[in-house]
């Protein structure tokens, strides 16, 4: 059985900095993801890595201070999140899929975890 979960969401002050981390079971995913969702907004794409191809994509609000890394031997992702802004509190999500490419649009994706609330104040 594949689960996703994911940790490390919480509140912090614009230009502060949060790690969130994504453990996965039951399967060796090549691509993983990271995605949010706003109250009233659409699921958007954040960033994915696929360790297949050594490539990593990032939303174009989040490059140069975002940073998505893999731990394989511990089927760990994690998102660093620096120089936050009140623009990216959501939801964030991570999702894994059976693909050796770098996919940006959810539904592409077959698993998800439960979600952590991330929240940057003014």
């Known amino acids: 059985q594949v689960q996703l979960v994911e940790s490390g969401g919480g509140l912090v002050q614009a230009g502060g900095s949060l790690r969130l981390s994504c453990t996965a079971s039951?399967?060796?995913?090549?691509?993983m993801g990271w995605f949010r969702q706003a109250p009233g907004k659409e699921r958007e794409f954040v960033a994915a890595i696929s360790v297949t191809v050594g490539k990593i994509d990032y939303r174009d609000s989040v490059k140069g201070r975002f940073t998505i890394s893999r731990d394989n031997a511990k089927s760990t992702m994690f998102l660093q999140m620096n120089s936050l802004k009140p623009e990216d509190t959501a939801v964030y999500y991570c999702?894994?899929?059976?693909?050796?490419?770098?996919?940006?649009?959810?539904?592409?994706?077959?698993?998800w975890g439960q979600g952590t609330q991330v929240t940057v104040s003014s």
């Open positions: 039951g399967r060796f995913f090549y691509t």
């Open positions: 999702a894994a899929v059976h693909s050796i490419l770098v996919l940006t649009t959810a539904r592409d994706y077959n698993y």
